[in-house]
C-alpha cells in the first residue's frame, strides 16, 4: 500500500517550458487536491477534485491545468512555466463525503524555474 | 487568504519538556486538524477536533479547541527529538473538501 506517489521528485525548468506532475493514489480515495508550498507559508490549494471527471480552482489556479485521468490519478500542468511557480508541489487525497477531510499526502515535487 | 495562523512561528525546547502551540482561525469551521511536516516530507495528519469538541488526546498529542476565541492549542508532552517538524493547523469551513492551511510552527527539540 503506496498510499499517494508523485513524480518526478525534483525537477528544473527554464521559463516557458512546459511540464506536467503525475499524482498517483491508492486508498481508493474520490477525492484529490494539489498544493503549493513556498518558504515560510503554509499549503495553498491550487486545484482539487471531488470526484472522478471534476475539478475545481483552489486559491492560486492561476498558470496550470488539471486533469483527473481516472479515479487513481490526477495530473498537474504547467503550460509555461515562470520563476514565480518555483515551489514545493504536494498532492493529496481524501474520502469523498467525509465530514472530517482528513487528507493523505504524497511526498512532494521540488520544481525551480529558471 | 490563510484562514488559520499558528503562534509562535518557531519554538526550540529541550528534550523531555512540553511545547505548546497556538492556532487562530477568522470564520467558523467543521473541524480543525493538526498535521506534521517532516523536513523535506509531506504532511502526516495528526490529529482532528470537531467544532463541538473542545478537547482531545492522542498519545503524547493534546488539543484544545475554543469556537468562541476562534482558536486551538496543540501540547505536545514529553518532547522527543524526533518530534522536530513543523507542525500546521487546518481548518474545515464546513461540510465542504478544501482545508485551509495556516503558516506552520516550526518546532526544535534539542537532546
Same mark, same amino acid.
Given at each position: 500500500?503506496?498510499?499517494?506517489?508523485?513524480?518526478?521528485?525534483?525537477?528544473?525548468?527554464?521559463?516557458?517550458?512546459?511540464?506536467?506532475?503525475?499524482?498517483?493514489?491508492?486508498?481508493?480515495?474520490?477525492?484529490?487536491?494539489?498544493?503549493?508550498?513556498?518558504?515560510?507559508?503554509?499549503?495553498?490549494?491550487?486545484?482539487?477534485?471531488?470526484?472522478?471527471?471534476?475539478?475545481?480552482?483552489?486559491?492560486?489556479?492561476?498558470?496550470?491545468?488539471?486533469?483527473?485521468?481516472?479515479? !487513481?490519478?490526477?495530473?498537474?500542468?504547467?503550460?509555461?512555466?515562470?520563476?514565480?511557480?518555483?515551489?514545493?508541489?504536494?498532492?493529496?487525497?481524501?474520502?469523498?463525503?467525509?465530514?472530517?477531510?482528513?487528507?493523505?499526502?504524497?511526498?512532494?515535487? !521540488?520544481? @525551480?524555474?529558471? | 487568504?490563510?484562514?488559520?495562523?499558528?503562534?509562535?512561528?518557531?519554538?526550540?525546547?529541550?528534550?523531555?519538556?512540553?511545547?505548546?502551540?497556538?492556532?487562530?482561525?477568522?470564520?467558523?469551521?467543521?473541524?480543525?486538524?493538526?498535521?506534521?511536516?517532516?523536513?523535506?516530507?509531506?504532511?502526516?495528519?495528526?490529529?482532528?477536533?470537531?467544532?463541538?469538541?473542545?478537547?482531545?488526546?492522542?498519545?503524547?498529542?493534546?488539543?484544545?479547541?475554543? @469556537?468562541?476565541?476562534?482558536?486551538?492549542?496543540?501540547?505536545?508532552?514529553?518532547?522527543?527529538?524526533?518530534?522536530?517538524?513543523?507542525?500546521?493547523?487546518?481548518?474545515?469551513?464546513?461540510?465542504?473538501?478544501?482545508?485551509?492551511?495556516?503558516?506552520?510552527?516550526?518546532? @526544535?527539540?534539542?537532546?
Amino acid at each position: 500500500n503506496a498510499g499517494v506517489t508523485q513524480t518526478p521528485k525534483f525537477q528544473v525548468l527554464k521559463t516557458g517550458q512546459s511540464m506536467t506532475l503525475q499524482c498517483a493514489q491508492d486508498m481508493n480515495h474520490n477525492s484529490m487536491y494539489w498544493y503549493r508550498q513556498d518558504p515560510g507559508m503554509g499549503l495553498r490549494l491550487i486545484y482539487y477534485s471531488a470526484s472522478e471527471g471534476t475539478t475545481d480552482k483552489g486559491e492560486v489556479p492561476n498558470g496550470y491545468n488539471v486533469s483527473r485521468l481516472n479515479k !487513481r490519478e490526477f495530473s498537474l500542468r504547467l503550460e509555461s512555466a515562470a520563476p514565480s511557480q518555483t515551489s514545493v508541489y504536494f498532492c493529496a487525497s481524501s474520502e469523498q463525503g467525509s465530514p472530517y477531510n482528513e487528507q493523505f499526502f504524497g511526498p512532494g515535487t !521540488r520544481l @525551480t524555474v529558471l | 487568504s490563510q484562514q488559520g495562523e499558528e503562534d509562535p512561528q518557531a519554538l526550540s525546547i529541550q528534550e523531555g519538556e512540553n511545547a505548546t502551540m497556538n492556532c487562530s482561525y477568522k470564520t467558523s469551521i467543521n473541524n480543525l486538524q493538526w498535521y506534521r511536516q517532516n523536513s523535506g516530507r509531506g504532511l502526516v495528519h495528526l490529529i482532528l477536533i470537531r467544532s463541538n469538541e473542545r478537547e482531545k488526546h492522542s498519545g503524547r498529542l493534546r488539543v484544545t479547541l475554543d @469556537t468562541s476565541k476562534k482558536s486551538s492549542s496543540l501540547l505536545i508532552t514529553a518532547s522527543r527529538a524526533a518530534d522536530t517538524a513543523s507542525y500546521f493547523c487546518a481548518t474545515a469551513p464546513g461540510p465542504a473538501r478544501q482545508l485551509t492551511f495556516g503558516s506552520g510552527t516550526q518546532l @526544535t527539540v534539542l537532546p
